[in-house]
Each structure stands twice: as structure tokens, then as C-alpha cells.
């Protein structure tokens, strides 16, 4: 037997000389350094070097490991490690040494004991035969390719959004119908497109890493071979597959488009799989290096561009995400996300050290004391501030009452809104049917404006009604308000908002102080500068303070905001109003009086839309009322989205008519105030959805039940406004009769249900999506809800005499009762300015 000790700093250690033919036995105990790595003979992999094809001497062995090599013989040197038997084709001095890169010897520390006997029987290869043996390799390949699944998971989650969803069909549907031709249409289908095939690229040539770091390049030693080739293909290619089905779905006017995404899918398709081939040739023709570059450039190009996109993202997070678009933010984001996810993986894995379970943990610990989600925080620049001066309920009704006609012992007319919630599609329709309820009054000679007295408004509601407030201070014509206001409730805020979420706020979570923006400020800052482009006068009034829109003393009358948000500790409504309330008035609590200051109206907007997990729950501190109706001290809370509440607004309005009848002087008696609740919304009461599978139900009951009844609260105080409004029975219970309509309550709701558009001769099904972006469809679609009856098919398809372009919607008006309106084809262009114009023609009444 031979003995030696291998010290890790030698590049070659002698041990004994061999004859040719002789067979020996090896083993070895110890650890040694590598730098800042112990391990033992058998060395360690290193994920990061293989994939940026760094290698040692030995190139495909291990680091680390113990190597033996005959000294100055042909051949590659062979594995020892922990323990080997070799037969010698040659004679000659073995050496040993740890296999690390030639020049890498100087930072080594520690050595191992080998021990050398002649004889012994090469170990044959495990026998993995039959079921169990298929098992086995499934799960040792499980085993030795961690992050796959992640990879997997990713790419799944996407390809779901996309096919399933409306939101994701809504989303290609909206890059598909544009026109490439036009600015900024073009810039998003292109960046649609490269972002698509990036994700590709990352999810199959990451898998691919993965498998030849723990397998090699030798295909014919992969188990199973079948599983490892063609699951990193099916990972690369899935993201185009999901596109096509989603816009197969959901059809898009612009056909080619959708072809040339399918071309270059079946390009890069039949690259993954030729791509060996086309290696081959290139390596006898020379280019092996070149290959060899590109791979290591591609790893850098992931890793580096991922710090220079968290910096664009971070600086620039509403231009970001405006000019890619939300698909591309996210096909690019994810993208980014493998290498960085991948990389800590394979690195905790081939180190033994638990990397992602310890990121995480940090994280958690992290989030105990580390906040970016303050209500109003700008990571670079001071928040809004102001005073909170505001006119009581009191005096708000004495103001509206002194701006009507005929005196105050005239009888009044108080048109109350309520506008429910659902993202951007609520903003839009709010905006549309405000905008139309004002032009439409404007016909009959009727001040809408004037008799309009508050609007409660519940997440996306609020773009529409905010905006809807700002947009009249400036502009006094109908056509021009419209179309304005259109604008600003139709701009793109998925984009900043997916932005804020992949890039400096999932950065954040990692960082020890809050500096970075969060989701929220990137979603209030796109509504900013959707505002500042829309062409509105005043430019900066989402920037501004919130109580600049308020109704001000010895002005023209401006109506109540009131934007309902709910509290996360104790489930009750917080208002963000424009007046001041009591508790005995109103059972909410009143954010502006427990802030002490003011806010930006783009704040305001997002205190009624925090929904998870788009944008987060804000933090603040919260002076709440108790149950005999005095203001606490303030406790610290999270507000979340009024739609926890109530989606609608409307136990806001209710009690503010309770609180108006009861003023001391009568002055809002039903002999004298007349009240016509407007609910502007988008569930049917009436609607009914199937019940899940059981097996389905058994599992999600919990989560289906707790969302259903978000909204069942919603309907039932809508069915009760309804009946209310149109009973003449007096109700003994003081909060109900004051709503009753013998006290001169009535009611009407305006209602976007969903229909069937035509597209080719074929009719499909639509429904507009619950997003904080629209596709000119859903935008059209909108729109021409609002126009009834015998205006409703465009000039064109009139002169076509094609009716099959007026398909009908659902339109609920007057009282509840439901009437059926025909609306024509959306055109096929993306620019929704073309049904805009037909919406301010002003044929029909909303």
C-alpha cells in the first residue's frame, strides 16, 4: 500500500510508477480550500463556471476533485476523489492533484490523504431496471435538476394567464388588433414580440444549463434522455403556443401579426432542436470558440442586463412600463428573474448550502420592520402635502342647496352616484357613463353638474369619477371633456404597475433600508402623466392635493369625491372625502382628519383600488371611530380596497341621505329634496354563475364563498336602493325609510354587462376584463354600450345595411328595469378616438 498526502496549493504531487496493464485501487479522506469552498476529494460543481464555461484543468470534472494523471503519457487525466479503481492503458509517474484552474493554485488551503493498493474490481454501474428503476431515474433527475421546476412554474403561470384569463386574451388581443404602422402601436407589437422570445430563449437555454452542468454534454449518458432533451424544448416553446391559443380565443383583427408569431416560434423550434447539428458543423468548420463565447455571453447578457432593467425600472418605472407594455414587462421580467433564481439554485444545491431557503428567510425577517408602502410615499421625491380644510356635511348641502334654483323652499333635485369598482374597466366605464349623463343632460337643457351632489366611488371607479371632477374645473365642452377624459381613464397603468411589482419593489424585499418605489407609487405616477397627456389644462391635477377639487365657499358648485377604502386590521370602510364628516353621520373613518394633511388625487384614487396584489395595502395611521361614535387614538393600519366593503360605495350615500334628512332646519325633508341614486357598475344583480366541480369546490370553497360576498353586500344594497326607490311603504326603521321612496328617493343604475361581438360572420362571446389596461375592443366595446336603440350602428355599417354589425348589450336604466340596446361591431383599428366621436355624436340618452 501507498500513502501520500496531496496538498491542495500543488499542481502535481507524485506518487508512485505504474505499469501498463496494472489495475489499483484508490481512496482518499481530508478536506481542502478552494479559496472560501471546503470540501472533500470529491470536489464540488460550480453552476455558475459551467454555465459561463469556466472550467479547470480537467475540463467536465468536478472542482476540487482529486484527479491522477500519468506524467508526460497521452490522455486525459482520471477521476479519484473519494475512491476509485483504474487499470492503466500506459506506463509511467502518476500524479495527483485537485482540479483546479491552472492559475488558481495561489488562494488553496488544506490537503488530503491518498491511499494507493494494488488489485481490486472496478465497481460496475448501478442497475436501474424496470418500473422502480424508471423511478429511480425520474427521481435522481428530479434531484440533480433544481430549478427546472422553477423554470417550469414560471413559464406555466404565464402560458395560464394568457389562455385562461381575460385579462391575459385582453392583453394580446390588444397587441394584436393595433396597427404596426402607428406610433406607439408598432413600439409595443416589436417589444411584444422580442420580449416573447426572450422569456423562450431564458426558460430553454437555463433548463439546458442546468442539465449539462449535472449530466455533461454526452447525451448518451442522460437518464432519462428523453425527459432532459425535450423538456428544456417544451419550456422555450410553451410561451408561443400560449399566445396563439390566446389570440385563436380571442381574435385579433391583425392577422398578420399573429403569424409571424407563429413564424418565428417554428423557427426557434426548429433551432432548439437542430441546434446540436448546427454545432457540429460549425465546430468543423472551425467555430467551436465562437459558440463557446456565445454561450458565456448569453449568461452575462441575463445577469447583466437584469441589473441594467432593475435600474431603468427603478428610475424610469412609467415610462418603462408604458413603451414595453404590460406583456413585454413581464415576458422580460421573468425573463431576468430565471437567471438570478437559477443561479442561487445550482449554487446551494452543488454547495450543500441552503442559498434560496436563506434569501427567503432574510426576506421574512426583512419585512418586520422594513415598510415601502406608506400611503403617499415617493421613493425620490417629497409626497403631496396641504391643509385639510374642508366644508362639513352641514355646510357642503347648504352650498349645493343655495346654487339651485327657485330658493331654498323650492323643491330640489340630488343626483347621488355611486360607481363600483373592477380596475380600469370601472374607471373607463365611469368616465364614459358620467360623460354621457352630462352631455345627454346638456341636450334637454339640464345642468347635470349642479344637481349632481357627491360621487362615492370603489377602486377603478375612482379614475373615472376623479378624473370625471378634475376634468370639469378646466373644460366646459361636452365633446372636448369627453374625449379627454376618455383619454386619461384608457391610458395604460398595468404596464407601470407590473413594472413597480417585478423590479424595484420585489428588489426591496431583499434590502435592509426602504429606498426604492413601491407598485402603488408606480401605479399613482402613471395616472399622473396618462393626465398630464391627455391634453387637460391643467396639466398636474393628479399631482396636485386631493381637496383641490372639493366644493370651496363663493364657487361655482363642485360635487363631493368621497373614495372608499377599508381598513385591514378591523374590516371597516375608510373614506378619503371632500368633506368633512362625523361618526353619528357616517360609520366610516375619515383618512385626511387621521393624516393631519393632505394627499396627491392620484393618491387618493389608489386608497379605494389596493387590491392585492397589483398594488399593496398602504400603510397609515389610523383615528377610527368607536361604537358610541367618538374618535379614537390612532392605531397603525393598512388600508386596502373598498371593495372589501362594499364594491359600489353605497352604504356611503345612504347614510349621507340619512344624515341630510336630519339636518336641524329641514332643509333636506322629502317635501323639499328630491334623491336620484345613480349606480354606475357592472354586476347584474340578478346574475347567476355555476357551481364549481366538487371536486373543485372542496378545495376553493373557502376562497369562492369569501370573494362572492365582496360583492353579494354591493348587490343587496343596489336591490335595496332599487326597491326602495319605487315602494311606497314607509318602513318604522329610521335608516331604511329615509331611502324610501315615499320620502322622495329614486333609484337608477347604469350597468356594462357582458354581449357578443361579431368578428368575421362569427359571433363570440365578450366580456370586458377587470385590468388596469384595456385593448381598443374592450375600450369600443364600452363605449358604444352607452349608445341606445336607433343610433346605435355606425354611418358605415349603416350604408352596408349589414346588421349583423349591431349586436346587442346589456344596458340596465331607469329603476332597475333591464332593456336591451344594439350596439355596432367595434371597428377593427386600435384607436378608440374613431367610437369616441360616435359617443359625443349625442343620438339617444344613456
Not at 166 to 182: A, K, M, P, Y
Not at 306 to 334: K, N, Q, R, S
Not at 450 to 467: D, E, N, T, W
Not at 507 to 520: E, K, T
Request: aromatic residues 10%; charged residues 20%.
Amino acid at each position: 500500500m501507498v500513502e501520500v498526502v496531496v496538498p491542495s496549493d500543488q499542481r502535481a504531487v507524485r506518487v508512485m510508477p505504474v505499469a501498463a496493464g496494472d489495475t489499483w485501487s484508490f481512496s482518499a479522506s481530508g478536506q481542502w480550500t478552494n479559496g472560501w469552498i471546503t470540501c472533500g476529494p470529491d470536489g464540488y460543481r460550480n453552476f455558475l463556471m459551467d454555465a459561463l464555461q469556466i472550467e479547470p484543468r480537467a475540463k467536465s470534472e468536478r472542482w476540487f476533485r482529486l484527479m491522477g494523471e500519468l506524467e508526460g503519457q497521452p490522455g486525459p487525466p482520471f477521476p479519484i476523489g473519494a475512491g476509485c479503481t483504474h487499470t492503466f492503458a500506459h506506463g509511467g509517474e502518476l500524479v495527483v492533484f485537485a482540479n483546479d484552474s491552472a492559475n488558481g493554485y495561489g488562494n488553496n488551503h488544506g490537503e488530503v490523504t491518498l491511499k494507493a493498493e494494488r488489485g481490486g474490481v472496478a465497481p460496475a454501474p448501478p442497475a436501474y431496471v424496470g418500473w422502480i428503476g424508471a423511478w429511480r431515474r425520474f427521481v435522481d433527475a428530479v434531484n440533480r435538476t433544481a430549478g427546472i421546476p422553477v423554470i417550469a412554474a414560471l413559464v406555466l403561470g404565464v402560458s395560464w394567464i394568457l389562455v385562461f384569463m381575460r385579462q391575459g386574451q385582453d392583453l394580446v388581443r390588444g397587441i394584436g388588433e393595433d396597427n404596426f404602422w402607428q406610433f406607439p402601436s408598432g413600439l409595443l407589437q416589436i417589444a411584444f414580440a422580442l420580449g416573447l422570445l426572450f422569456l423562450a430563449l431564458q426558460a430553454w437555454s437555463w433548463s439546458r444549463l442546468i442539465v449539462t452542468s449535472n449530466y455533461g454534454f454526452d447525451r448518451a449518458l442522460w437518464r432519462p434522455r428523453w425527459l432532459l432533451e425535450w423538456t428544456p424544448r417544451l419550456l422555450g416553446v410553451l410561451p408561443f403556443a400560449a399566445t396563439a391559443i390566446s389570440l385563436f380565443r380571442n381574435p385579433a383583427s391583425n392577422a398578420w401579426f399573429v403569424a409571424a408569431l407563429l413564424a418565428l416560434a417554428l423557427v426557434f423550434f426548429v433551432f432548439v432542436i437542430w441546434r446540436q447539428d448546427i454545432r457540429a458543423r460549425l465546430v468543423r468548420r472551425g467555430g467551436g470558440e465562437r459558440i463557446r463565447y456565445f454561450q458565456r455571453n448569453w449568461v452575462l447578457v441575463g445577469l447583466i442586463g437584469a441589473a441594467i432593467a432593475m435600474a431603468l425600472a427603478t428610475i424610469f418605472p412609467v415610462t418603462f412600463g408604458v413603451w414595453l407594455g404590460a406583456p413585454a414587462v413581464v415576458f422580460f421580467g421573468l425573463g431576468f428573474i430565471i437567471p438570478v433564481v437559477v443561479v442561487a439554485i445550482q449554487m446551494g444545491t452543488s454547495l450543500r448550502i441552503p442559498v434560496v431557503g436563506a434569501i427567503l428567510v432574510w426576506a421574512v425577517l426583512l419585512g418586520l420592520w422594513v415598510d415601502n408602502h406608506a400611503v403617499g410615499r415617493r421613493a425620490f421625491a417629497a409626497s403631496e402635502a396641504g391643509p385639510i380644510d374642508r366644508l362639513s356635511l352641514e355646510q357642503a348641502y347648504a352650498m349645493w342647496a343655495g346654487a339651485q334654483p327657485g330658493g331654498a323652499q323650492a323643491k330640489k333635485t340630488m343626483v347621488l352616484i355611486a360607481s363600483q369598482g373592477g380596475a380600469s374597466r370601472a374607471g373607463y366605464w365611469t368616465a364614459a357613463a358620467l360623460a354621457r349623463l352630462r352631455e345627454t343632460a346638456a341636450a334637454k337643457g339640464v345642468d347635470f353638474d349642479s344637481h349632481l351632489f357627491a360621487i362615492s366611488s370603489v377602486s377603478g371607479g375612482s379614475v373615472g369619477s376623479v378624473g370625471y371632477a378634475a376634468m370639469r374645473l378646466s373644460i366646459s365642452d361636452p365633446q372636448d371633456l369627453t374625449l379627454r377624459l376618455l383619454r386619461f381613464a384608457g391610458d395604460n397603468g398595468l404596464g407601470p404597475a407590473v413594472t413597480g411589482m417585478l423590479y424595484p419593489d420585489l428588489l426591496q424585499r431583499f434590502l435592509p433600508v426602504a429606498f426604492l418605489p413601491d407598485r402603488a407609487e408606480t401605479l399613482e405616477r402613471s395616472w399622473e402623466d396618462a393626465w398630464a397627456s391627455s391634453g387637460a389644462p391643467n396639466g398636474s391635477a393628479m399631482r396636485e392635493p386631493f381637496l383641490n377639487l372639493a366644493p370651496r365657499p363663493a364657487e361655482q358648485w363642485r360635487p363631493v369625491l368621497v373614495v372608499q377604502g377599508a381598513s385591514e386590521n378591523g374590516g371597516r370602510r375608510v373614506l378619503t372625502s371632500a368633506f368633512q364628516f362625523t361618526c353619528d353621520q357616517i360609520d366610516a373613518d375619515d383618512f385626511l382628519a387621521s393624516q393631519g394633511h393632505d394627499i396627491a388625487a392620484s393618491t387618493a384614487i389608489l386608497n379605494g383600488a389596493r387590491f392585492p396584489w397589483i398594488s399593496p395595502g398602504g400603510t397609515f395611521s389610523d383615528k377610527r371611530c368607536n361604537a358610541a361614535g367618538d374618535v379614537v387614538a390612532p392605531v397603525k393600519d393598512h388600508i386596502l380596497d373598498g371593495g372589501y366593503f362594499d364594491n359600489a360605495g353605497a352604504e356611503t350615500l345612504r347614510e349621507m341621505v340619512r344624515a341630510i334628512r336630519a339636518l336641524p332646519d329641514g332643509s333636506g325633508a322629502a317635501d323639499k329634496l328630491t334623491v336620484v341614486f345613480v349606480l354606475i357598475g357592472y354586476r347584474d344583480p340578478d346574475a347567476v354563475k355555476p357551481t364549481p366541480a366538487l371536486a373543485i369546490n372542496d378545495v376553493f370553497a373557502p376562497f369562492l364563498g369569501l370573494y362572492a360576498s365582496m360583492g353579494a353586500h354591493e348587490t343587496h344594497l343596489a336591490r335595496v336602493m332599487k326597491l326602495t326607490g319605487q315602494t311606497t311603504v314607509v318602513d318604522p326603521n329610521p335608516y331604511v325609510s329615509r331611502m324610501d321612496g315615499a320620502n322622495g328617493v329614486d333609484y337608477a343604475a347604469i350597468v356594462l354587462c357582458p354581449g357578443k361581438i361579431d368578428f368575421g360572420g362569427r359571433m363570440i362571446d365578450y366580456d370586458p376584463p377587470m385590468d388596469w389596461t384595456l385593448s381598443g375592443e374592450a375600450k369600443r366595446y364600452i363605449e358604444n354600450s352607452l349608445i341606445p336603440g336607433t343610433g346605435a350602428c355606425d354611418a358605415e355599417g349603416e350604408r352596408q345595411g349589414d346588421r349583423r354589425r349591431c349586436q346587442p348589450a346589456w344596458r340596465v336604466s331607469g329603476r332597475g328595469r333591464r332593456s336591451r340596446a344594439s350596439r355596432p361591431r367595434p371597428r377593427a383599428s386600435g384607436n378608440s378616438s374613431r367610437t369616441a366621436s360616435q359617443l359625443r355624436s349625442g343620438r339617444g340618452a344613456a
